[in-house]
Nanobody, 119 residues
Framework: QVQLVESGGGLVQPGGSLRLSCKASRSISSRDAMGWYRQAPGKQRELVAGITSSGVTHYADSVKGRFTMSRDNAENTGYLQMNNLKPEDTAVYYC?????????????WGQGTQVTVSS
């Protein structure tokens, strides 16, 4: 069983920054996809940013220009740098990794980290 552990969430004022981390208990290769999702109260979970198995990075329109996703495969860790945070960014943020395995893709989720943007 693979474990993903997120960290870096917290309370920040509007316009502030946070950096989320997601460390996996299993090696991540460049062929594995990774994504950051978020879920606000009363709303569905949505994709915020992702890196595909082809290495393409993509972002939700609402965070383009403010959020940057990166990964360090050697450290089995993904990051989400969030700048110019807005109150509407408040949510629980989840990390997801889709591993390419001999038996097909395998998805794993972290436990989530709370991000609250408020003055």
């Amino acid at each position: 069983q693979v474990q993903l552990v997120e960290s870096g969430g917290g309370l920040v004022q509007p316009g502030g920054s946070l950096r989320l981390s997601c460390k996996a208990s299993r090696s991540i290769s460049s062929r594995d996809a990774m994504g950051w999702y978020r879920q606000a109260p009363g709303k569905q979970r949505e994709l915020v940013a992702g890196i595909t198995s082809s290495g393409v990075t993509h972002y939700a329109d609402s965070v383009k220009g403010r959020f940057t996703m990166s990964r360090d495969n050697a450290e089995n860790t993904g990051y989400l740098q969030m700048n110019n945070l807005k109150p509407e960014d408040t949510a629980v943020y989840y990390c997801n990794v889709e591993y390419r395995t001999t038996w097909g893709p395998r998805n794993y989720w972290g436990q989530g980290t709370q991000v609250t943007v408020s003055s």
